[in-house]
C-alpha cells in the first residue's frame, strides 16, 4: 500500500503532466500574465459555455467571451479543462493538501484580490451561473471601504494582500511609530503585505494591529460561512498565512465569537499546505473529473 507521501508524489507528477503542456503553450503564445498553467485563471467563466466571460485581464488580453478551452485543444490536440484560480487552488487543498478526507471544505486565497471555493458533499460547487465562492465580495461592512468591483464593504478591499499593505501605509500617515520603513530602505511605496508580516514577527506593533485587524475581518468573513454552509475545514490560502499564529490564534477566536457554536465545534481553520502549487494540483484534478 503507499503511503501518504507517495500519494502526493504521484498526484504531483500527475497534475506537472496534464499541466506543463498548457503552460508550455501560454509560454509560446507570450500569455506569461497566464500565471496558473492555462487552465486555471483569474476571471469568471461559463464552463457550459468553455468560454472566459471575463478576466482580470481584460485589459491587457481582451478576454471577454474567449473559448480558452476550445483554442488550447485545437492547439494542442487534446482534452482540456478550465476553471478559475481560487477554485482550482482550493481543489488542489482538497484533494491533497490540508482539507484532504473531507466531505464540506471552504477554501479562501489571499493574494492580490480575495477568492475561495466551496467543497460540498464531496464536489466543487459552481452555482447556478458558475460565480459561486467568490468570498471576497462578500460585505462585512455596508459603508465601508471601496472594493475594486466597485461594492462598498467588501472582505477583500480589507484583506487582500495590496490593501494589508495599504493600512499599514494608512497607519503611518496617521503618526503611528514603526519600524516598518526601515524593511524597505526608508520607501514606503515598497511595503507590502509580506513586509507587514516580516515586522509583525519581530513584533512592530503597528504591523501587529493590521494583522490583528486582518484576522477580525477574515474572521467576519469566515463566521458567515460557517453559519451558512457548516463545514469540516476552513483552509486558508496565500501568502497571508506567513503570519502565523499572529493571524490565526485572532481568526479562530473571532470566529468562535461570532459563528454558531456548534458550527465552530465541527471546524478546523487550517493554513493551506500546497503552498505555490495548489492551483497545479487543483488543475490537474480539475481535469480528471471533466
Request: proline share 3%.
Amino acid at each position: 500500500m503507499l503511503g501518504w507521501g507517495n500519494v502526493r508524489a504521484v498526484a504531483g507528477k500527475l497534475a506537472l503532466a496534464v499541466v506543463a503542456p498548457i503552460l508550455a503553450l501560454a509560454l509560446l503564445e507570450g500569455l506569461v500574465s497566464l500565471v496558473l498553467a492555462g487552465r486555471d485563471f483569474s476571471g469568471w467563466r461559463d464552463r457550459t459555455l468553455v468560454e472566459v466571460r471575463h478576466s482580470r485581464y481584460d485589459a491587457e488580453l481582451g478576454w471577454v467571451n474567449l473559448p480558452l478551452r476550445q483554442i488550447i485543444h485545437e492547439r494542442l490536440g487534446l482534452p482540456a479543462a478550465l476553471d478559475n484560480d481560487a477554485n482550482c487552488a482550493v481543489l488542489g487543498e482538497w484533494w491533497v493538501g490540508a482539507a484532504r478526507g473531507s466531505r464540506h471544505a471552504i477554501g479562501i486565497t489571499i493574494g492580490t484580490g480575495v477568492g475561495g471555493g466551496l467543497i460540498l458533499d464531496g464536489r466543487l460547487y459552481h452555482g447556478a451561473s458558475d460565480v459561486a465562492g467568490e468570498i471576497g465580495h462578500t460585505t462585512i461592512d455596508t459603508e465601508g471601504r471601496r472594493c475594486k468591483c466597485g461594492n462598498y464593504g467588501c472582505l477583500e478591499a480589507y484583506a487582500s494582500g495590496p490593501n494589508i499593505a495599504l493600512r499599514a501605509i494608512e497607519g503611518m500617515e496617521a503618526g503611528a511609530e514603526t519600524r516598518l520603513p526601515s524593511y524597505v530602505g526608508g520607501d514606503t511605496s515598497k511595503i507590502t503585505a509580506q513586509t507587514v508580516y516580516e515586522a509583525a514577527h519581530d513584533g512592530d506593533e503597528l504591523a501587529l494591529e493590521v494583522v490583528n485587524d486582518t484576522a477580525k475581518f477574515l474572521g467576519a468573513g469566515v463566521s458567515n460561512l460557517l453559519n451558512v454552509f457548516n463545514p469540516e475545514v476552513v483552509v486558508i490560502c496565500g501568502g497571508v498565512t506567513l503570519a502565523g499564529d499572529h493571524l490565526f490564534i485572532p481568526l479562530r477566536r473571532e470566529t468562535a465569537r461570532r459563528a454558531f457554536k456548534p458550527a465552530v465545534a465541527a471546524c478546523r481553520i487550517v493554513p493551506g499546505e500546497l503552498v505555490g502549487t495548489a492551483g497545479v494540483y487543483g488543475a490537474a484534478k480539475t481535469f480528471l473529473d471533466a
